[in-house]
């Protein structure tokens, strides 16, 4: 359209406007909460309704990555401001009106989730009628929204989600806001020159996406009618009585306003009371240190005196039979109970493996050992090994855990950006310290135990002061995350490491960049003290361990010493209390190795078994030495004798597969490590572990007699599938011949055939009796997902990432194919059901034979179905969004929901398996924690 406008220079949109006017006028815009709260106080309704214009996009952008739901995001926006105008008066300091807003957001989200959880446990005392009823209401609420859209949001979510939460940032406020680099630097506090090369990264990371990123992130537009609404209802509350305190003077400059800007950009796992502008040293003209006096924190409680003595007249060998202090209730009945059942979520009735171990520490005293991992911290009698507790309150992953001198407290650092201070003796959860804008990687207390310094994924390092938890300091200068901290003996100095392979030393009392040390070629695995103080060590994927002298100007290390050949590098090292023995191990020679500090020469090494050296940890007396591996175990050693004291079974890495035996007595898990793990599928308890030697297995199954399982080697790591004895562990038949590696392996219904899908395209048939190769099919297509005998075995059906294909195996030709991504097949093989996420979730209900489907769906949240039950009459499978979703396989609507409890990383999903029990009683789940959850199956 020609509007007769003629200009030598481009018109500024609208939202171009607003940036020009919010950067011109912010010492203006920093009073508008303040003056709307003050107006509202007085009476003013339209006061009201001009605040939740201004918040509620940020509300809703809260709520809507907390649920994942668009609609109820938009309710859920509704019931926090009918809470905060009922809870106005109560607000201490309308400037810090932002921080409480998100707080009532957060909460107002996990009650949404607690109602819908009670609403789901409740379906199963529904009517059949009822029932249908529900489901099909569910089902219409969840197509109000166009298809497109939603998915994609949903691609959207997923692309932010695989960068760094420094990087999200800066594209959210370059695509969302329009803003400029130096706009951006301003806002962040960070300068235009590490804005734009955050901002490089992340394109260079999402390149063939950056279309749909600005089209998507400036689409959201909530109803129009929403603040009526609101305004409609809050005439029939009444509001709270005022606080007895007097509102605080408004902040200066930048003050809520940033708050708010950060608030609206999706920062929404971290409470804030005042936003901490980062820094970085890429800024020519910034400080090397930034001292913020009001700490990012909730849920703290202050560590008296008092409280820092409990337990030291209460040791686990003088508690309670449980080895805990009697006075704790809650842990002494959550400890009567058998380990598997500790801390489980609503509605799982057990929970098979300890996932993963990312980090190991013995406590100062020498009685505790603690372990954290993919689902928690389980805490360990030193001596003994008895289970004492498991704590599992981090929303993700737990990477560090460090004891503070006193062994009175433990603290604990996750994925989900939090750190944690516990009670190791009570369970007590002390406090939650909140302020890092990505995972943290390391945490530390300093020798007088006063503070803790932490290390993250958003490149700073953070003091925090233990008592109160205020913080007390922010160093920043790695140019990537920081992997590790360490204090000093005398607490003068402190290390970080991080992914620019840097290792940095700081004066932490002041804050005094000291030096950097770069002479490590590539990597560095970890940092250790001598207790004298006089040394530190590293060591690196060069394989290279490398003392240096810590008073000195020196920069090249007093010791080099070669320690790993292995392909890993050096994995771990700890140095013993005498300062004259340094231990280390790494994950290429399964050895560890005692070092003499002042030569560098070998003294000894210890054999472990293979798979087993990724973490040490040395007790204080130096007597006893801890690792953890791959092969599920926590091995404890005699230094003196160099033989195994005590074995812990029950962790594994990242789980492969998972298969039932055939009489549903047994559940085998393989992990990555790789591990093979039986579990007696009554009492939860681990039967046997295997380590089949260094073979990626990737696809398992049980031969009919129970006994007997198939492993199929990963994609491109070796060729030779082979079966193993489950009673015995002795290998049986190996299938050799030129393979890429397998995704997925199955046996015939009778034993005497076997199928496996390689990652080329190739369909293989053995004879189980004489390892003979009955027939080659080339499908032409990558990573053949799965593959599954009719129980006739006179045909095969196989998929891969866009198409299923069933085959005839007498002649190895194909019968019918359907375009489709997933499939699963009902146990009489008179029905299956298949999905095509490539074209939008299509889905398919079929009768074996048929030409054209019974029926087709689409489905908007994508669910994988996995399984039918033993009778054939339901169908269970992962999703929509994190949960187990089970279908009715005669009316093909979804009629039960478990909410998916699995711990999760930051970029990895939940649940992988989901499996029934051959007697259909039980539901089986395995995800990225690495470890089996088990539901009663519902009916």
């Known amino acids: 359209m020609n509007c007769g406008i003629h200009a030598t220079f481009p018109l500024p949109n609208r939202v171009t406007y607003y940036c020009m006017l919010k950067m011109i006028m912010g010492e203006l815009m920093e009073k508008d909460d303040f003056q709307l709260i003050q107006q509202i106080l007085a009476g003013d309704e339209s006061a009201f309704g001009d605040l939740v214009q201004k918040h509620q996009k940020s509300v809703h952008a809260v709520a809507w990555r907390e649920i994942g739901d668009f609609h109820f995001a938009e309710e859920i926006t509704q019931d926090v401001f009918l809470q905060v105008y009922k809870k106005l008066p109560t607000l201490k300091d309308p400037n810090l009106f932002a921080g409480w807003l998100y707080v009532i957001t957060k909460r107002q989200c996990i009650a949404w989730k607690r109602r819908k959880k009670q609403s789901i446990q409740s379906l199963e005392t529904m009517s059949q009628q009822t029932l249908e009823e529900s489901a099909y209401a569910s089902y219409i609420s969840e197509v109000r929204e166009d298809a497109a859209v939603e998915c994609r949001r949903e691609i959207v979510q997923k692309l932010l989600e695989k960068l760094p939460e420094i990087e999200r940032t800066v594209v959210i406020l370059h695509y969302l806001g329009e803003m400029t680099c130096e706009a951006i630097s301003k806002f962040l506090g960070v300068s235009p020159n590490t804005v734009k090369s955050r901002l490089s990264r992340a394109r260079k990371r999402l390149r063939k996406e950056d279309t749909i990123l600005r089209e998507t992130l400036g689409s959201v537009s909530l109803s129009p009618n929403l603040t009526q609404n609101i305004l409609r209802k809050i005439r029939n509350i009444e509001q709270a009585p005022p606080s007895g305190s007097k509102s605080l003077l408004p902040l200066g400059a930048l003050g809520s306003s940033v708050v708010l800007i950060v608030f609206l950009l999706g920062m929404s796992n971290h409470f804030l009371n005042r936003y901490q502008l980062p820094y970085s040293l890429d800024a020519q003209s910034e400080t090397t240190i930034e001292i913020v006096e009001v700490p990012i924190i909730t849920e703290i409680k202050s560590i008296s005196d008092e409280q820092n003595r409990v337990g030291n007249n209460t040791s686990p060998g003088n508690s309670s039979s449980n080895g805990l202090q009697k006075g704790n209730k809650e842990m002494q009945n959550n400890l009567q109970q058998d380990s598997t059942k500790w801390k489980l979520p609503d509605g799982a009735k057990a929970r098979l493996g300890k996932g993963h171990i990312f980090d190991m520490?013995?406590?100062?005293?020498?009685?505790?050992?603690?372990?954290?991992?993919?689902?928690?911290?389980?805490?360990?009698?030193?001596?003994?090994?008895?289970?004492?507790?498991?704590?599992?309150?981090?929303?993700?992953?737990?990477?560090?855990?460090?004891?503070?001198?006193?062994?009175?407290?433990?603290?604990?650092?996750?994925?989900?950006?939090?750190?944690?201070?516990?009670?190791?003796?009570?369970?007590?959860?002390?406090a939650t310290l909140k302020g890092h804008q990505d995972s943290v990687n390391s945490v530390v207390f300093s020798p007088d135990g006063k503070t803790l310094a932490s290390g993250s994924d958003d490149e700073t390092i953070r003091l925090w002061h233990v008592e109160s938890g205020a913080l007390l300091r922010t160093f920043a200068g790695h140019g990537g995350g920081v992997s590790e901290v360490i204090y000093s003996p005398d607490g003068k100095v402190l290390i970080s490491y991080g992914r620019d392979e840097m290792l940095h030393l700081w004066n932490s009392h002041t804050g005094e960049f000291l030096r950097t040390l770069t002479e490590h070629k590539g990597y560095s695995s970890g940092i250790v003290f001598s207790f004298d103080g006089k040394y530190f060590a590293s060591g690196g994927e060069d394989g290279t361990i490398r003392l240096w002298e810590l008073h000195t100007s020196h920069e090249d290390p007093t010791i080099e010493i070669e320690a790993a050949s292995g392909l890993h590098g050096v994995h771990t090292i700890v140095f013993s209390p005498t300062d004259n023995i340094l231990v280390s191990c790494n994950s290429g020679d399964d050895v560890i190795q005692f070092w003499e500090v002042e030569t560098g020469k070998l003294l000894k090494t210890i054999d472990s078994p293979e798979d087993t050296t990724y973490h040490l940890a040395l007790s204080p007396d130096g007597n006893t030495l801890a690792n953890a591996?791959?092969?599920?175990?926590?091995?404890?050693?005699?230094?003196?004798t160099s033989k195994s004291k005590l074995i812990l079974n029950g962790y594994a890495e990242m789980f492969r597969d998972m298969a039932y035996s055939p009489d549903g007595s047994a559940l085998v898990t393989v992990s990555s490590g790789p591990c093979l793990q039986l579990w007696d599928a009554n009492t939860g308890k681990l039967k046997k572990a295997y380590y089949p030697g260094k073979i990626n297995i990737t696809c398992i199954a049980y031969a009919p007699d129970g006994v007997t399982l198939v492993c199929g080697p990963g994609p491109y790591e070796y060729d030779t599938v082979f079966l193993l004895n489950t009673e015995t562990g002795e290998f049986g038949r190996i299938f050799q011949g030129d393979y890429e590696g397998f995704e997925s392996i199955a046996f015939s219904a009778d034993g005497k055939m076997l199928a496996g899908g390689d990652s080329s395209g190739n369909i293989y048939l053995w004879d189980v009796d004489t390892g003979e190769t009955i027939k080659a099919i080339e499908w032409g297509q990558d990573f053949v997902r799965t593959v599954a005998f009719s129980p006739d075995g006179e045909t095969l059906v196989s998929t891969n990432d866009s198409e299923i294909c069933f085959w005839d195996i007498n002649t190895g030709k194909a019968i019918k194919t359907i375009a489709a991504t997933s499939i699963a097949i009902s146990p009489e093989w008179d029905k299956f059901v298949c999905v095509n996420w490539i074209k939008g979730g299509t889905t398919q209900f079929w009768n074996m034979g048929d030409d054209e489907p019974v029926k087709i769906i689409t489905l908007e949240a994508k669910t994988y179905f996995q399984e039918y039950s033993p009778d054939g009459k339901a169908i269970a499978g992962t999703g929509p969004r994190e949960t187990i979703s089970i279908w009715d396989a005669d009316t093909y609507e979804m009629f039960h929901i478990i909410t998916d409890e699995h711990k999760k990383s930051s970029r990895s999903e939940r649940t992988f398996f989901v499996r029934y029990s051959p007697d259909g009683r039980t539901i089986a789940t395995a995800g990225w924690d690495s470890t089996v959850l088990l539901w009663d199956a519902p009916r």
């Open 361 to 430: 520490a013995y406590s100062p005293d020498g009685k505790l050992l603690a372990a954290g991992g993919t689902i928690g911290i389980w805490l360990y009698d030193a001596n003994t090994g008895k289970e004492l507790n498991l704590f599992v309150e981090h929303m993700e992953s737990s990477t560090t855990v460090a004891f503070s001198p006193d062994s009175q407290l433990l603290a604990s650092d996750g994925s989900d950006s939090t750190i944690l201070l516990w009670n190791p003796y009570t369970g007590e959860h002390k």
């Open 629 to 640: 591996g791959g092969n599920g175990t926590i091995q404890f050693w005699d230094v003196a």
